[in-house]
């Protein structure tokens, strides 16, 4: 037997994108893929919730506290975190990263990571809704199947 799950939502599922708002250009993007991706798939827009944190960094935190809540049938995190001239990125893109793949294993809500590092603005740019798609709305797709797939072992 093969267990997978699917690409439609039944429209009561109720989701939360987490977002870091620097670089809140690229970061907006990501969450109208995301919105696009939920509506696109079934899902009702009332029930889509954003929550707003500072930057990546304290995705992971805000994560923990959502998933506490219970109130979600899944999470997706999406922010961006571009690379500059000082070591910063590398400390923040790996926290991030960490902090949301600890948070999701704790729990049993699917979550998604939508976290983009780049070398460059421009590459943020390009997978935030130009030449390489939207990886927000790539995010809230993984979400769905995730979704779907638990309520299809839990059968």
Do not use: W
Not at 64 to 92: E, M, N, S
């Amino acid at each position: 037997m093969i267990i997978e799950g699917n690409l439609s939502l039944k429209g009561d599922e109720k989701v939360a994108v987490i977002n870091g708002r620097f670089n809140h250009i690229v970061t907006d993007r990501l969450v109208e893929g995301a919105k696009d991706s939920f509506e696109r798939h079934g899902g009702n827009s009332a029930n889509l919730d954003l929550i707003l944190v500072p930057g990546a960094f304290e995705i992971p935190m805000a994560l923990k506290k959502v998933l506490a809540t219970k109130k979600y049938d899944g999470v997706v995190c999406v922010g961006a975190v571009i690379r500059g001239a000082t070591p910063h990125f590398d400390y923040v893109s790996a926290e991030a990263t960490k902090g949301i793949a600890s948070v999701s294993l704790e729990n049993n809500i699917p979550v998604t990571y939508g976290l983009l590092t780049t070398d460059t603005i421009e590459q943020a740019i390009e997978r935030s809704g130009s030449k390489v798609g939207n990886k927000g709305f790539e995010a809230m797709t993984g979400l769905i199947e995730m979704m779907n797939l638990f309520q299809n072992i839990e059968k």
